[in-house]
């Protein structure tokens, strides 16, 4: 059975003060790994796709990388407005194209 | 380009009653998947449906249940309301087999 663990469950960072968000993923062979944001009472906001180890991709302050067992969300310098829930979401090579959720990381980031 | 709509925004029902939340694919999407996320956990996959047929369908009750329409459109219904199903229903919509979906902004169904 795909497992997605994300930690921590709840992160608070100072406005600048640079941090990563880990997702670590159990599945038999993948096929992508997927980053979303979401803010409260909204639906999920996509990010990045990852494909193969040693991957890598930015987007403004974000840059997600990706290993054979963990990815990685790293955040640079954030500002109060990059504060969300951040999903990770894993989808399994053959079968199956429905993908596996983690519970997600909070993220506040005061100013 | 209008991403994935849903309606309506917000719902309150009673326990035993029934309900239908819609869902607009992005453009371009044939395939539209249904989830349910409870307050502090991941989405939980309903069912997908592509070609207007349940394709594929996750671990929950007969009492939910979908359509699609040919223009892509879907909808959800939940029979005998539990106090339980109350949650963010959210639909996400790709193309079929593609990689990573689109959601929309959710239906927030409060049973009471």
């Known amino acids: 059975e795909d497992q997605v663990t994300q930690s921590p469950e709840a992160l608070r960072l100072q406005e600048g003060e640079s941090s990563s968000l880990n997702c670590s993923y159990t599945?038999?062979?993948?096929?992508?790994l997927f980053w979303y944001r979401q803010d409260p009472g909204k639906g999920p906001e996509f990010l990045f796709t990852?494909?193969?180890a040693g991957e890598e991709k930015e987007k403004e302050r974000l840059k997600a990388t990706l290993t054979k067992k963990e990815s990685f969300l790293h955040i640079t310098a954030p500002k109060p407005e990059d504060s969300a829930t951040y999903l990770c979401a894993v989808q399994a090579a053959g079968g199956s194209y429905i993908p596996t959720f983690g519970r997600g990381t909070s993220l506040i980031v005061h100013p | 380009d209008a991403g994935v709509t849903q309606s309506p925004t917000h719902l309150i029902k009673t326990r035993g009653q029934q309900v239908t939340l819609r869902c607009s694919p992005k453009?371009?999407?044939?395939?539209v998947s249904w989830y349910q996320q409870a307050l502090g956990q991941g989405p939980q996959f309903i069912f997908q449906?592509?070609?207007?047929?349940?394709?594929q369908r996750g671990n929950f009750p007969d009492r939910f249940s979908g359509h699609q329409f040919p223009n892509y459109s879907s909808e959800l219904n939940v029979n005998a309301l539990l106090l339980g199903d109350s949650a963010l229903y959210l639909c996400?919509?790709?193309?079929?087999?593609?990689?990573?979906?689109?959601f929309g902004p959710g239906t927030r169904l409060t049973v009471t």
């Open positions: 449906y592509y070609e207007e047929e349940e394709r």
């Open positions: 990852l494909y193969s």
């Open positions: 453009s371009g999407h044939d395939t």
């Open positions: 599945v038999s062979g993948l096929r992508g």
């Open positions: 996400a919509s790709s193309p079929l087999q593609g990689m990573g979906q689109y």
